[in-house]
């Protein structure tokens, strides 16, 4: 576990839906927005991809926050991705409580391909939520 | 049915006669009204264009001590009472921090909603038009009135949450129970000036002329309201109104209450029709309405 | 496996934050990968070049290109792979400039960045699997939707191509709203004048079908091949016998209001919508038909000589297949009853702007009198309101609708040729006139024609001695006014049709909050909609005028004649596939999937000796979003492209 709190920096994985969230990112760069760099983006074609499993992975290897990003309701390409995965996240949640995990680490957005803004603060909230909650102790690394 | 009630001053100073009315007609009617012990001004204009927080604490302490006193609904007459008091419910409900703020001020928690009613409501959709008919000792027939609702009853609608925005009935609806009939008329929710009266007294003079002309064309007799301050403007100022703009205006300005009470069989007096600037004897003593003022 | 890793400077919008150098070093440093270089400029020739020489020199076999968003240039670097002949899906796309050089100040930082982002696609890159394009059919027919200007346009402009068309209209007739203007802005051309000639060429073009008085009923399938299942609506008359000649519907004693003349005049149980209606075929609305409600009259069946009227008729239910769809619904009018201050709508002689068309127009409910409809006589003074219901958050939409500033200046105009006596006063928050022509035309309304345009909104109307007393506010003199008015006409905004929700759904495609489809691209795809094969035009997307909706249609219809004129369909083959041994016939991913696109399958199981139903995908039908994939318990239904594998190790590698 790292020691130092000063030179811990969160590490936090976005599963972001390439309709909505990665574009949304992406116009985040087109329009300079400037946000800190710690999550890192995995690109999925849609909200509704992200297995449970995916989550449990991230925090299990010492991921500290975890955040799933996809299109607004009613707006999911594939129609209805997006409330199989609130559903899903809605229930994996409960189970992190129960697990005594910080619910703050597992968070879900919807962020639209031409809500930019939204995803620059959304970034920055999210890294210091996880900057409060502290090093992920489940980690081993 | 019991009530927590929230007089404010108007009805404890110049609008004696809203205050005597409403409990009145809610003793022959079996409405209980609880004066909430100890309350304080709502604030009313002068608050809310001062200081945003003074406007909210002062209800607020009102509205806690209304708690302290059981599970009752409060209820109001006033029109201003009723939006201020309404206004800091909606504030503690949607807004954090200035239920935070608030709680600071008043210096206890304000442990959520008291629900606040205007009498209009509860005699309407608590008691019930056919309940009131019921009761009644005779209907007032012949009687022609402007029923006049003022600006603030029914604005902003988010917050007051009472009646038609535009077009509302309840008192019309009181009215036809009680066998007056009210005109149809287009300045039911206009502004009389309110709070103007004393410090640009030109403004109300005019706003309040067009309300009366209005009323008058439209064939009404006289006016029925449900706020202190709207009986005032057209009631006190209604001889200057006559001077300043050539008119020959006559309308006495009744509170509903007053003439619920009439058709209730209460004596006149105990109504506070004696308090009346423009004296409704002669319209309601020449149709044999009035047992006695 | 050899990977090559390439990273672009994009100039110095990645060089200037990312050090490339040092990020194409540490590439080096990453198992398998055996070359990585640098360009300026790599999606360029000579980038290119770069990566294609590479791969034959070192015989790479896998490609990581470290540049721009894939949404920008995965395919330019695919074509690139497949011209060096590696399979095009052995390439990841490493967005180290919108996600990284873009958003970062620190070189620091950002080069660290730039090389985690890398080691994600170097990970993933090891597990993509050469895969094949698929192709599909293609049903080289188109269904177009509505049957207002817009569906007429887009069906006369797929005809040209010779490729048959089926419109659906929900009407008795086709026209749409058009067929109820009387004049149009900015030239005065007479709306049925030149939509008449349109809705004739379009009925009589053989490679035109029309359904009117049907509905969709539900559409099933995908780019070409949907299913449509069309309701046809009982018309009561044998379309095969009549003649039009209008016997029936003059003597049909049952009288309502007109919806074509929004209640001004009534119309028969049995009529056609309007005069020019094509086709020129009544209808029998069953709800007020005397004979179908209770078996008295029956007088139009007696005087019709072809005996073309069937009370016996019921709702028929066809399906069609089409390769593309144009949405053609248009809009329907704002119901300004939700403004009190203008009376609920319960004033007669406070109108709208249609009701103010029917008036004007010739052979519309009055003749073309402008006239007061509470007690006919002739209108005056008439004010105009802009924006009822539109720049409204809280009682319509906020969207501003774009027509009605140029209608209200249009009957201004007729007001006064109309009635020479009259004086129109215009209130207004701001006049939008853009378009050609179009400011032109408002000046000349206002200078030539007399009209009074008041800055500001109205904030009562009332009757007063057979009047409308209108007050409202003159922002730019600062004045409260008040005119005693003979006529009051509003604006409203356009909306949404009232189901429009319910057909975007069945369609699957999206829909903003106001309820009007949302297009693939607001600027560089704005006919197009995210699901392939599925076009929008007119009105159903935004409000628009004539032109632009005639525009939008032959717009629509280039979009679906590109479809129709391939031999085959391509189709990404970034599907999900089940392993049939891992599958246990759960089915828990069929219930996930919104398209349909997998079945089950009886498999031999060798080891158990019997049948077994296991899950197939249908490749042809699969859209790859991969909701199937999070469902399955056995992790038996993969993703190709994004699979389980490749996303659990991109975590790992963090």
């Not at chain 1, 939204?118 to 102790?137: F, H, T």
């Not at chain 2, 202190?228 to 057209?234: D, E, H, M, R, W």
């Not at chain 3, 539109?390 to 140029?406: A, F, H, I, P, T």
Request: net charge positive; proline share 4%.
């Amino acid at each position: 576990m790292t020691g130092d709190r000063s030179e811990w920096e969160p590490k936090i994985v976005g599963f972001l839906c390439n309709w909505c969230s990665y574009a949304g990112a992406d116009l985040a760069g087109q329009s300079r927005l400037e946000y800190p760099p710690n999550v890192k983006i995995i690109r999925v074609p849609c909200s509704g991809r992200v297995n449970p499993l995916f989550v449990l992975k991230c925090l299990s290897s010492g991921v500290d926050g975890v955040l799933i990003s996809g299109c607004h309701t009613g707006d999911c390409h594939y129609s209805e991705g997006n409330f199989h995965a609130r559903r899903r996240f809605t229930i994996l949640r409960k189970l992190f409580e129960y697990l005594g995990i910080d619910p703050k680490r597992f968070q879900m957005a919807w962020v639209s391909a031409s809500e930019a803004d939204k995803w620059a603060k959304l970034v920055k909230g999210l890294v210091e939520e996880i900057r409060q909650a502290g090093p992920n102790k489940l980690g081993h690394r | 049915m019991k009530y927590a009630y929230y007089p404010g001053c108007s009805l404890h100073s110049t609008a004696k006669e809203y205050d005597l009315s409403t409990r009145e007609v809610a003793k022959a009617l079996g409405i209980e009204l609880i004066e909430i012990p100890d309350w304080i001004c709502c604030g009313a204009t002068p608050a809310h264009i001062t200081m945003h927080l003074l406007s909210l604490a002062l209800p607020v302490k009102n509205i806690i001590k209304a708690r302290a006193m059981g599970s009752y609904e409060i209820v109001t007459c006033c029109a201003a009472c009723f939006s201020r008091l309404k206004t800091a419910n909606y504030f503690m409900r949607t807004d954090d921090e200035h239920r935070q703020k608030v709680e600071q001020i008043v210096g206890e928690p304000y442990k959520g909603e008291v629900k606040v009613r205007h009498f209009l409501d509860v005699l309407v959709n608590d008691f019930g038009l056919k309940n009131l008919k019921g009761n009644l000792v005779k209907e007032l027939k012949g009687l022609k009135v402007a029923c006049y609702y003022g600006c603030l009853l029914t604005r902003p609608p988010e917050i007051t949450e009472l009646d038609d925005l535009e077009d509302p009935h309840l008192i019309d609806d009181l009215m036809r129970t009680i066998g007056v009939e009210p005109v149809q008329w287009p300045y039911k929710t206009e502004c009389c000036g309110a709070s103007f009266s004393l410090t640009k007294t030109d403004i109300v003079l005019k706003l309040s002329c067009d309300i009366l002309q209005m009323a008058y064309d439209e064939g009404a007799q006289a006016i029925v309201v449900a706020c202190p301050l709207c009986q005032s403007n057209l009631d006190l100022r209604q001889s200057t109104i006559n001077k300043k703009y050539k008119k020959d205006f006559n309308l006495p300005i009744f509170y509903f209450t007053q003439l619920i009470g009439l058709a209730l069989g209460i004596d006149g007096k105990k109504l506070g029709l004696d308090k009346h600037i423009v004296p409704p004897a002669a319209l309601l003593g020449e149709k044999d309405k009035l047992a006695k003022i | 496996m050899k990977i090559g890793v390439f990273v672009c400077h994009c100039g110095t919008n990645i060089a200037a934050t990312v050090d490339v150098e040092k990020a194409a070093k540490a590439a080096l440093n990453l198992a398998k990968v055996k070359f990585s270089t640098t360009y300026k400029y790599m999606c360029s020739s000579p980038g290119q070049a770069l990566i294609k020489d590479a791969i034959k020199e070192k015989g790479l076999d896998r490609i990581v290109v470290c540049a721009c968003s894939p949404s920008l240039h995965e395919k330019t670097f695919r074509e690139c792979l497949k011209e060096s002949g590696i399979n095009p899906y052995l390439l990841e796309i490493a967005n180290i400039r919108e996600h990284c050089s873009w958003v970062h100040r620190d070189r620091e930082t950002a080069t660290r960045k730039a090389i985690e982002i890398m080691k994600l696609a170097v990970t993933k890159v090891t597990h993509n699997r050469p895969l094949e394009k698929t192709h599909m059919p293609i049903e080289k027919r188109v269904l177009v939707i509505g049957g207002g200007i817009s569906g007429i346009q887009s069906a006369i402009d797929i005809s040209f191509a010779k490729f048959p068309v089926v419109i659906v209209e929900r009407e008795a007739s086709i026209g749409g709203r058009m067929a109820r203007f009387d004049k149009t802005f900015p030239t005065l051309d007479c709306a049925a004048c030149i939509l008449t000639p349109k809705m004739v060429t379009v009925a009589q073009n053989k490679y035109v079908t029309l359904h009117t008085y049907a509905e969709i009923e539900e559409v099933t399938g995908h780019v070409g091949d949907f299913k449509v299942k069309i309701r046809k609506k009982a018309r009561f008359v044998d379309t095969s016998k009549c003649t039009g000649c209008g016997a029936c519907w003059n003597k049909c004693p049952a009288k309502v209001a007109s919806e074509f003349d929004l209640g001004l005049c009534k119309r028969t149980a049995i009529y056609t919508p309007f005069p020019q209606a094509v086709p020129n075929i009544p209808v029998i609305d069953r709800e007020n038909c005397l004979y179908l409600k209770s078996k008295k009259c029956g007088l139009c069946q007696k005087v019709c000589p072809f005996g073309a009227i069937n009370y016996q008729m019921q709702d028929e239910i066809i399906e069609e297949k089409f390769g593309a769809i144009i949405v053609a619904t248009g809009f329907t009018q704002f119901d300004h009853s939700v403004y009190g201050e203008y009376g609920y709508g319960k004033y007669r002689d406070v109108i709208t702007g249609l009701h103010f068309e029917r008036m004007a127009n010739s052979s519309g409910p009055t003749g073309g009198k402008i006239i007061r409809p509470s007690d006919g006589k002739v209108a005056r003074d008439v004010v105009f309101i802009q924006c009822v219901g539109s720049r409204d958050e809280q009682k319509g939409v906020s969207y501003c609708s774009r027509l009605c500033c140029m209608y209200t200046a249009k009957h201004a105009l007729l007001l006064k040729e109309h009635n020479p006596d009259s004086q129109a006063y215009v209130f207004y928050i701001d006049i939008r006139a853009a378009g050609k022509n179009y400011e032109e035309f408002v000046k000349k309304v206002q200078n030539e024609y007399g009209a009074v345009y008041l800055r500001g909104r109205v904030s009562r109307i009332f009757e007063k001695g057979g009047k409308l007393i209108v007050r409202g506010a003159d922002t730019l003199s600062g004045a409260q006014i008040e005119i005693k008015a003979d006529l009051v006409v509003l604006a409203v905004g356009l909306i949404a049709q009232n189901d429009a929700a319910k057909l975007a759904q069945m369609l699957h495609i999206p829909y903003d909050q106001n309820n009007l489809f949302t297009e693939a691209h607001p600027k560089l795809a704005p006919v197009e909609t995210i699901t392939s094969g599925v076009f929008l035009t007119g009105a159903c997307q935004s409000p628009k005028d004539i032109p632009d909706t005639v525009a939008t249609a032959s717009a629509a219809s280039v979009k679906a004649l590109g479809l129709l004129v391939q031999d085959q369909l391509e189709k990404e083959p970034l599907v999900a596939r089940v392993d049939k041994n891992l599958c246990s016939g759960c089915q828990a991913c069929i219930k996930a999937c919104s398209f349909n696109a997998i079945e089950t399958k009886e498999v031999e199981d060798r080891a158990l000796k019997r049948k077994r139903t296991v899950a197939e995908v249908i490749e042809g039908v699969c859209s790859g979003c991969g909701n199937c994939t999070a469902v399955c318990r056995m992790s038996a239904i993969d993703l190709e492209g994004f699979s389980n594998r490749q996303i659990m190790e991109e975590i790992e590698v963090l």
